[in-house]
């Protein structure tokens, strides 16, 4: 999987190549490539925006310098994703869909603006992280960079995402380790007994008992058999 990412903050991803995708970048499982837009200015001063059309304050970013980099990079098969608060929000079935692709452009959105045209020209999909205001999209690029990373293959060891929360629609089943028992609280008795069908059984209720507390709202798209019904039903019955 290759990004290419048009920012004007480059060094805003360091932080990113560190550990799982680190790794994975070393055994070029993943390419993440930089482009600083402002590399692409046709101006003496590297000026990459301008006043707007029409008045009000501040500047926009013009259009050929976002052009001009998406060309330095773009090739038959890449899908351009903007990073906006506009967008469409992430989610893990998205992110599911995204990890097929083979490049990923990611243009970094930016309190100021982009000119509407050059979006309308290149932008395939927009998509947001959530609903709160942050600076830029640059941090919205490196979580969309991180998820979507963990679903090509090689970057993670064995098991890790089919079994994790979301996947099966619950949140985890509570883990332990060693003390057997901390500050007079025990690891439960099941998970010491080598019993793996038990294991898996208490391990599916705990993870409903989790979901139902947390974030009852998953239970609703979740296919539960008729014995997990019941258990559920309990739970309901006793809010005390
Ligand atoms: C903040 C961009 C405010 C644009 C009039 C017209 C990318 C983001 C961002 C930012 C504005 C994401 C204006 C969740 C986010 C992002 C920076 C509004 C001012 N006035 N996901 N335009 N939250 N944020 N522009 O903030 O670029 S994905």
């Keep these: ?24 970048m070393e055994k070029s499982l993943i390419d993440i490539n930089l482009i600083n837009i402002r590399d692409f200015s046709k101006d003496k ?5 301008d006043t707007i059309y029409g008045g009000g304050a501040g500047m926009l970013i013009k259009p050929d310098v976002v052009y001009d980099a998406y060309k330095s990079v773009k090739t038959e098969n890449s899908k351009v994703i903007y990073l906006t608060p506009q967008g469409k929000k992430l989610n893990q079935s998205k992110v599911e869909e995204l990890a097929k692709e083979e490049h990923l452009i990611l243009l970094c959105g930016h309190y100021e603006g982009i000119d509407e045209r050059v979006l ?7 998509i947001s992280i959530g609903d709160y205001v942050l600076t830029g999209g640059e941090i919205p690029a490196m979580v969309l ?16 995402t089919e079994e994790e929360s979301f996947s099966n629609g619950l949140l985890e089943y509570p883990q ?12 439960p008795e099941v998970l010491q007994s080598g019993h793996h069908e038990n294991i898996d059984k208490w391990r599916r209720k705990e ?6 507390i947390k974030r ?15 258990y559920l039903e309990e739970l309901k019955n006793n809010k005390d």
Excluded at 1 to 19: A, G, H, N, Y
Excluded at 120 to 126: A, H, M, P, S, T
Excluded at 216 to 230: A, I, Q, S
């Design 45 to 49: 001063h590297k000026k990459v925006d």
């Design 207 to 212: 993870a409903i008992k989790t979901t139902y």
């Design 176 to 187: 332990y380790t060693k003390p057997k028992e901390f500050e007079g609280m025990k690891v």
């Design 216 to 230: 009852p709202e998953l239970l609703e798209k979740v296919n539960l058999t008729d014995e997990e019904k019941k």
């Design 120 to 126: 309308e020209k290149i932008v395939d999909e927009e």
């Design 145 to 160: 960079i991180d998820a979507v990373s963990r679903y090509v293959e090689g970057v993670l060891t064995k098991d890790s």
């Design 1 to 24: 999987m290759k990004f290419d990412v048009l920012t004007l903050f480059p060094e805003m991803f360091e932080p990113i190549k560190q550990s799982i995708i680190g790794r994975a």
